[in-house]
């Protein structure tokens, strides 16, 4: 468990617990994104270096599907997020975060690795629920793919670090007053990032908020203690206070002050 948000603060569980930085402060929430896009949703695809794009470790999901727990017209009929048509076993929806780290434009290209090496070829059609993080959804009309498990989603050749994405969805913890109703991480979440760590992963690719997640995760009165006021103030009061739009959300994390951003460089460090 994390201790506490000071340079200084201990980890007071196993050895083995990775820490928790929170450093970057520079994309804490998605940036608002256009619903406009070709009629085919098709775009040019980009020239990337391809040495430097990374991968995210995700969870596959399928949806469309006859029987799907949690049906919507549009799925229902073929249809994406721009009036585009979706192709079975071959159109995915990403969660928001995914978008936003990948930059992605619908019709482009991408490659999911499941865990037995097999690679499956994609295309962004569609969105997931905006509540939903670390996932990909593969529209499956015919049922014939199913869910997929754990894996990671690239664009096609990347050749960087796989780079954990969390779902943050640990509901039960979450619930509990000391969260004030943050997102917290999985066991599955918190494995993937000690892991990560451990193996020499850069912290700074994790965002900010998904890092918190983690340390609530490993001490779910992270943010009820003192010496972590500011972390509470900076993260969770002002925040709430200016949550109208974005622009005053990113506003009020970024007036969050020096103090704050030289705390969070080690947070969790032994």
Do not use: C
């Not at 970057?24 to 980009?46: E, N, R, V």
């Not at 050749?159 to 994405?165: C, E, M, N, T, V």
């Amino acid at each position: 468990m994390a201790d506490g948000l000071q340079v200084t603060g201990q980890m007071p569980e196993a050895p083995q617990t990775q820490n928790v930085a929170l450093q970057d402060l520079s994309q804490l929430l998605p940036q608002p994104q256009t619903q406009t896009a070709p009629q085919d949703a098709q775009t040019a695809q980009p020239t990337r270096d391809l040495s430097k794009e990374p991968s995210y470790i995700v969870h596959a999901t399928h949806y469309g599907y006859p029987g799907d727990s949690t049906p919507d017209s549009n799925s229902a009929n073929g249809i994406g997020a721009w009036n585009n048509k979706l192709t079975d076993g071959i159109s995915i929806a990403l969660t928001p975060d995914l978008e936003q780290r990948f930059g992605a434009k619908p019709g482009e290209d991408f490659v999911f690795t499941d865990r037995n090496g097999k690679q499956w070829p994609f295309k962004f059609g569609d969105r997931t629920d905006k509540n939903l993080r670390g996932r990909i959804d593969v529209y499956d009309r015919t049922g014939q793919i199913g869910d997929l498990g754990e894996g990671t989603i690239s664009r096609p050749g990347a050749q960087g670090p796989s780079i954990p994405a969390l779902e943050t969805s640990n509901d039960e913890i979450r619930k509990q007053p000391a969260a004030f109703g943050m997102r917290v991480a999985t066991p599955d979440d918190v494995k993937s990032y000690d892991t990560y760590v451990q193996n020499g992963g850069d912290v700074n690719q994790i965002p900010v908020y998904d890092r918190l997640a983690v340390a609530i995760a490993k001490d779910p009165t992270f943010l009820t203690k003192p010496e972590n006021f500011e972390a509470f103030y900076g993260l969770v009061y002002k925040p709430l206070q200016a949550q109208s739009s974005v622009e005053k959300f990113n506003d009020a994390i970024m007036n969050i002050g020096p103090s704050f951003v030289s705390t969070l460089q080690n947070v969790g460090k032994p």
